[in-house]
Structure formats: C-alpha cells, structure tokens
C-alpha cells in the first residue's frame, strides 16, 4: 500500500466516525437543548439570585470586581463539556448493547485512533454549544474581551478532550446502559460542585478547608480555570499541566480498558460486542 493511499485510508476512517457522530448530534436535537438548558437556568436564575450574595472582589485573571455571573460562566461553558463528554461515552455503551463497536474495533486502525477519532469529533460538537451558549450569555451582558473568544479555543479543545476521555475510561468499565446514567449522576454532579465553577477556591477555603483540597485535586477545577484564564487572555500554567496529564492518564486508559486482549474485556467472555 502507497504513502498516499494509507494516509487516505485514515482520513477516510476519521472522517466517517466524525460523521457518525455529526448525524447523531443533528439528529437528537433533545440532546443540543438539554445542553444549552442546564447552564442558562444557572445563569439567567441562580446567579442573578445570588448575585447580592456572591459579588466577588478583584481576583485573577479579572481586573476589576466582577458581578457573581461573570464568574460562573467559564464554570458553565466547562459543565456544557462535561455534559458532552458523558453524553458521548454514553453512545459507546449503547454501541456496545447493539453491537455496532464490534464493527468498529474489529477494524484495521489502531484502537487508539479509533478512540481518538471518536474524542475528537465529540470536543467539536461541544464546542459548537459552548459557542452557543457564549452567545446568548453576551446578550445577558457576559463580555469577556473580544479576543477572548478566540483565545479561549485550545482550552477548550483540551478541557473538551480530557472530559471526553475521562466518560471514555467510565464507559469502559459499564455493561449496561442503564448503569451508566447512574455512574453519569454520581460523576458529574460532585465534579460540578466540588470545584471552582461556582465558588472560587479562597472562598472554599474559608469555609472548609477539606472542601477546598477536594476541588484542588478535582480535574474538572483545573478545566474551568483554563477555560477562565482563557477567556480573559491568560494562562494558568497550573491548569493547563493538570489537563494535559489528566488527558494523557484517562484516554491511556480508555485504549487499554477498551483492548480485549488487555484491559477489562479479556477477562470477559464475548469481547467488546
């Protein structure tokens, strides 16, 4: 086989999973406005409740005392891909109920290309909606600096593949469907809320400090806030080296949960079908 026709041959394959995975989003239109829901009831309700409440003083990357709902929307943006990210690895269980990843795994790319390409075409249709939802938050007055918007794409892209990769690794280890949207609740929900997206972690520490070392530890923390960073033209360096190794330790994980002569599967009759 040529240079050229093996390097089609990948394109050919990424190209059709991102298909697959494109027709799914278009199709479950439930599933965009789901999405869009959960971060708009906390910005349009909870935080103009609280924002008597929860006005916040100047702290990095803001230069200037910030209203409680600037705060919390890298927070949201960051939940819409955690959202995304589960909802993607939940098509792998159900793919695996019907029978369709045999097709999948059986073939002659690499699994973790395979993988991969699957992750990638996710993190573009999070994106997608976290534009979206930036959209309709500017409207409700969320304007971070114009540039920002653009600024905030790598971020979004690597927090986007680590919460990908991290519903990857859960998916592997879940038989049925209707396991997973419990493990989904018992992930997210304490991911959300044990970490910066709401709170900022001077405050946590104020109130309890074991909570705060909870939400240091927390990857999803470290997403927001190199989602925040971001937005507002900055690094956190802290952040980013979080994500990249969380990225790496979940997706290597993933590929070899999802090898059936390695991971979970070899110790299961039947493979991953």
């Known amino acids: 086989m040529s240079a050229t026709s093996s390097v089609r041959g990948w394109l050919t394959a990424f190209a059709g ?3 697959r995975e494109t027709l799914r989003f278009v199709n479950q239109r439930g599933r965009f406005l ?5 971060p708009l009831v906390w910005l349009f309700i909870f935080a103009a409740g609280f924002r008597a409440v929860l006005g916040l003083s100047i702290t990095p990357p803001y230069q200037t005392y910030i209203l409680y709902e600037v705060y ?4 949201l943006v960051a939940m819409i891909q955690l959202f995304n990210g589960m909802q993607s690895s939940l098509s792998m269980v159900y793919d695996r109920e019907t029978g369709a990843m045999r097709t999948l795994l059986v073939s002659p790319f690499p699994r973790w290309f395979l993988l991969g390409s699957k992750l990638v075409a996710g993190v573009v249709v999070s994106i997608i909606q976290v534009y979206t939802f930036l959209a309709i938050a500017w409207f409700w007055g969320i304007e971070p600096p114009l540039w920002g918007y653009v600024a905030v794409i790598p971020a979004l892209i690597l927090s986007g593949l680590m919460l990908g990769a991290m519903g990857l690794f859960l998916s592997s280890a879940i038989r049925q469907l209707e396991n997973f949207a419990g ?4 992930v997210i929900f304490p991911m959300f809320f044990a970490s910066s997206a709401l709170y900022p972690l001077w405050r946590m520490n104020e109130s309890s400090p074991l909570l705060h ?3 240091v530890v927390n990857p999803f923390t470290h997403a927001v806030e190199l989602i925040r960073f971001a937005l507002y033209l900055q690094v ?3 952040a980013l080296a979080v994500v990249l190794g969380c990225l790496a330790g979940f997706f290597g994980a993933a590929v070899f949960m999802y090898d059936p002569q390695k991971g979970l599967w070899a110790r299961r009759k039947g493979g991953p079908g």
């Open 17 to 19: 999973i991102s298909r």
């Open 72 to 75: 919390v929307t890298p927070g």
């Open 183 to 186: 493990v989904m609740n018992f």
């Open 213 to 215: 070392d909870i939400c």
């Open 236 to 238: 956190n360096w802290t």
């Open 34 to 38: 789901a999405a869009l829901v959960r």
